[in-house]
């Protein structure tokens, strides 16, 4: 019978550990200890005396027996690797996801592989061809140069395209470009060291940790923690070599003088939350012994900002000014900074909601630390004591700025800050008059930041890796409880839910959700915010005292015992790319790689909150719809102990080293408590497990109760529609009567209308047929009087103008009679009219060509002038005839008027 891991459908997240990313092979091996054996010669001859080499230990324990082809890649060269782990002084992160492209580093290698091809070439094909897909998958290797330390961190920048490749002393930052299947199997990439002279060899200056700046307007400035406080902040693309600012979280303490008192050295730092305006231009510094300090504003030469951000940011530093009565230096130092922050900005090319800003460089004062955070009420301490803070986290929540700490113990405290970031600037110490440093530091009656320890978590660490010591003091002798293993835990957040994080650590990972206690918080958030202050005090109150819990899970134990063969998790990835499923990547030291697949979040429903209708919804329902579900939402109601973690099991994933699981198990007092709380865990998760199947039982049962409430419901509805359709069918009959009966009623009110216009229109009388017939012959004889007067004026017309052109030709002749001859001129003097005005050019055409002129005599004008008269006279007197008799018509037509009514 097949195994449950071969009845498994064939995913990418159960076939990426058979990947050859996480396989060490015998030549790799070879060159990786080769280079390793050069550097350390460098330091001091390790192979004198015959002593040999560390990589040299057990590479024959583990090259014998391992040429068996497959199973040599399990146990091949992976003790020399988990010790070079172990020699790291912080929290190892060597795997680093970026969309869907992968990169591991392996010592000193770093390897990349696509998961979008890994799961196209594995899914959907079946087991065989997925299994030969994974054998013949390669993966690519990047060659950087400068990269001679063994890898402790990758950090990529948010486009990508730069990684930050972090040693115990070093850092490399390697350009990278697109790769695809078709690229060789080794890929060069451009790279540089950053800051040399700041970071290689130097004691007190050892990498603490690296990140990205957010804000960062070409995603090209990284900020690197050292142990001495101190943050720089270089941009990479214009200088690497120099920071481009320094931020010093150890200012006015002197460490010289400390007498032998441990330093507090730094630990770690992290960006505020991106729902504070001032938020990710906050950063958090956490030491060793678990203080925390601020510094605001922490920002890029170059950087962008949200537009609302800008807005928030101008109105709180803007207020703050206008409030105070008499400015102070500081005062006018914010408002210097302000205004060359608004001087500097420029729109986004791609977006409105982002703005292109610059930082403004003061000429007095600079950027002030906040701190230390005052702790009220004091977290609670373990019995460990050597515990030191290791890692700090600023949680994406928009109720408050919730700030989680995880300590070498296995203790994590998360703490809820009482005032969001602020900025803060400090100017130089000035001698008073006696003598004495003025500190004009910014608002000086104001105390230091407050976070409230809402919970502190036990992981249960120190309960299976305590050990006790013997130490003396002053004659008296006592016991001291300490980790007996090297834990340096690291927290990382989820991308997807602001509620989430995870730890991972020596011992495994485990996974946290303050979803509980946080929903409330964000309800008493939202009421502030709409100005719901009645009874605000009173929630507040009880929502502390009520001490909700969060959820906490261990989900891959590496580690189970304290005699274990020490595997820690040296990688941890989260996958939230919607081509792939959710899930979370865990890499052992000894490159095991573990993949758990997450649940997302329904939005249409809330586990956390059962939409129970009340009593009022309740009566409202019933006034509008008769019928009511029964069932309520969720379906299932709060199974936190199943759905807490977003879907990952209840009992963590064991993990073993290679060859430990195979091996011959010793009785021992700690095994057998292992057994017995895994045991017991195992009973639980059963218990849980029956509680939902009592659950789904039960909502099944309601379901099938409802699903009968419901068909009964639609049986009487159905004759409902039966009777409702008989009685519609009674009314459309009726309808259609009534429209029968009103068109018989139309059509006898047109012959009632027909009738009464009949009796109206009586026949006329002899004298009102004569007087009509009068009427038609006058206005036969207008109309003709009309048309005669129309053509005799258009004669009219055309006589008059003919007559103006005689007189014109007259009068022409009478003036060119003097400059011809006698005869032309006894003949002109004849005739008192002619053509029209002659020019003297016609004159000359005369003389030279003379030709017969056509001229009239004074008898023939006046007797055409005569008729013209008359004429005239005549059209005048139609004229007249033609008004008067239009008259009488208009008189005529009253008259008939008058009549008819």
């Known amino acids: 019978m097949a195994s449950p891991a071969e009845r498994q459908r064939p995913t990418w997240l159960n076939q990426l550990p058979e990947h050859s990313i996480f396989e060490l092979d015998e030549n790799e091996y070879l060159e990786w200890a080769r280079i390793n054996n050069a550097t350390k010669s460098k330091v001091s001859n390790v192979n004198q005396n015959g002593q040999s080499t560390p990589f040299g230990n057990s590479f024959a324990s583990s090259l014998a027996g391992s040429r068996l082809g497959v199973k040599q890649k399990e146990s091949f060269g992976l003790d020399e ?12 992160s060597c795997m680093a996801l970026h969309g869907q492209d992968l990169y591991v580093a392996v010592g000193r290698q770093i390897r990349h592989t696509s998961l979008a091809e890994l799961k196209r070439g594995v899914e959907n094909h079946g087991r065989a061809a997925a299994a030969d897909y994974i054998d013949r998958k390669q993966h690519k290797v990047l060659k950087v140069q400068h990269v001679d330390f063994d890898i402790r961190r990758l950090v990529l920048n948010q486009e990508g395209n730069l990684m930050a490749i972090v040693g115990d002393e070093k850092i490399v930052i390697a350009a990278l470009t697109r790769i695809t299947k078709q690229d060789a199997k080794v890929v060069n990439c451009k790279s540089f060291v950053l800051g040399e002279f700041y970071h290689i060899n130097k004691g007190p200056s050892k990498i603490v940790k690296v990140l990205w700046h957010p804000l960062s307007k070409g995603y090209s400035h990284v900020l ?9 902040m270089y941009d990479v693309a214009v200088n690497p070599d120099e920071p481009e600012q320094v931020y010093n979280f150890a200012e006015g303490e002197h460490t010289s003088g400390t007498y032998g008192l441990d330093v507090d050295n730094a630990a770690s730092f992290c960006f505020g939350s991106k729902y504070s305006p001032w ?9 060793q012994f678990g ?8 920002m890029p030469s170059n950087c962008y900002l949200d537009a609302s951000d800008l807005d928030d940011i101008r109105f709180q530093l803007g207020r703050q000014v206008v409030n105070d009565n008499e400015p102070t230096e500081l005062d006018l130092v914010k408002k210097e900074w302000l205004e060359s922050l608004l001087e500097t900005r420029n729109p986004h090319p791609f977006s409105d909601e982002v703005v292109a800003v610059q930082n403004p460089v003061l000429r007095v004062a600079k950027v002030a630390r906040q701190g230390p955070f005052l702790y009220q009420p004091a977290p609670i301490e373990l019995e460990d004591d050597d515990n030191k803070a290791n890692d700090i986290l600023s949680l994406e929540a928009e109720a408050a700025e919730i700030l989680v700490v995880a300590h070498s113990s296995g203790k994590v405290d998360v703490c809820i800050a009482v005032d969001r970031p602020a900025p803060r600037w400090a100017l130089p110490k000035r001698l008073r008059n006696n003598g004495k440093f003025a500190d004009e530091d910014i608002d000086e009656d104001v105390g230091l930041p407050v976070v409230s320890v809402y919970e502190s978590i036990d992981l249960g660490l120190l309960k299976v890796f305590a050990t006790s010591v013997s130490s003396s003091a002053g004659g008296y002798s006592f016991q001291e409880k300490r980790m007996g293993i090297p834990n340096h835990p690291v927290l990382a957040a989820d991308p997807l839910y602001g509620d989430t994080f995870y730890i991972y650590h020596e011992a495994g990972a485990h996974c946290v959700s303050i979803r509980p206690w946080l929903e409330e918080l964000s309800r008493i958030y939202q009421a502030a915010s709409q100005r719901v202050v009645a009874g605000l005090d009173a929630r507040v109150t009880k929502f502390y005292g009520s001490k909700i819990k969060s959820n906490v899970g261990c989900i891959v134990t590496t580690r189970p015992t304290k005699s274990s063969v020490p595997a820690p998790i040296v990688g941890f990835v989260a996958v939230a790319d919607p081509y792939l499923e959710y899930s979370l990547l865990l890499l052992t030291s000894s490159l095991q790689l573990i993949g758990l697949e997450l649940m997302t979040r329904s939005e249409a429903v809330d586990i956390s909150t059962p939409s129970t209708p009340t009593q009022e919804a309740s009566t409202v329902v019933l006034k509008e719809n008769e019928y009511q579900n029964s069932l309520t939402l969720p379906g299932f109601g709060n199974q936190e102990g199943l759905l807490a973690l977003n879907g990952l099991p209840l009992q963590p994933k064991i993990v073993l ?10 009785v021992t007092e700690d095994n057998l408590l292992f057994l017995g709380k895994m045991v017991q865990g195992y009973r639980e998760s059963l218990r849980e497990v029956y509680t939902a199947c009592d659950i789904a039982q039960q909502r099944i049962n309601a379901q099938e109760a409802e699903y009968t409430r419901q068909q009964d419901s639609v049986a009487k509805s159905k004759e409902r529609l039966q009777v409702l359709a008989k009685k ?7 309808q259609d009567a009534q429209a029968a009966q009103q068109r018989r009623l139309m059509v006898r009110a047109d012959e009632l209308m027909q009738k009464m216009m009949e009796w109206n229109d009586q026949e006329l009388s002899v004298a009102e047929k004569e007087w009509s017939v009068d009427v038609a012959r006058k206005e036969k004889i207008v109309k003709m009087f009309d048309e005669r007067r129309h053509k005799v004026q258009t004669q009219y017309e ?29 003949r002109e003097s004849r ?16 003389v030279q060509q003379p030709q017969s002129v056509k001229r009239y005599g004074t008898g023939q004008i006046q007797s055409v002038t005569k008729s013209l008269s008359d004429e005239s006279q005549l059209l005048d007197t139609t004229v007249k005839m033609t008004k008067d008799l239009m008259s009488r018509l208009e008189v005529l037509s009253v008259d008939d008027s008058t009549t008819a009514e």
Not at 81 to 92: D, I
């Open 81 to 92: 690797l988990q010790e070079e782990h172990q020699k790291a002084y912080q929290g190892l």
């Open 224 to 232: 690197v923690m050292t142990h001495d406080n101190l943050l720089r």
């Open 279 to 287: 938020g990710q231009l906050s950063v958090y510094c956490l030491t």
């Open 291 to 298: 203080d925390i300090y601020m510094m605001c504003p922490v």
């Open 657 to 666: 080293p290679p060859g430990v699981g195979a091996a011959k198990i010793t």
């Open 728 to 734: 519609l069918q009674d009314q459309v009959d009726r």
């Open 798 to 826: 055309i006589l008059k103008r003919r007559l103006l052109e005689m007189q014109e030709t007259v009068d022409g002749s009478l003036s060119a009679g003097g400059e011809y001859s006698q005869e032309s001129t006894g």
């Open 831 to 846: 005739n008192s009219s002619g053509f029209g005005q002659g020019s003297t050019t016609i004159a000359r055409q005369s």
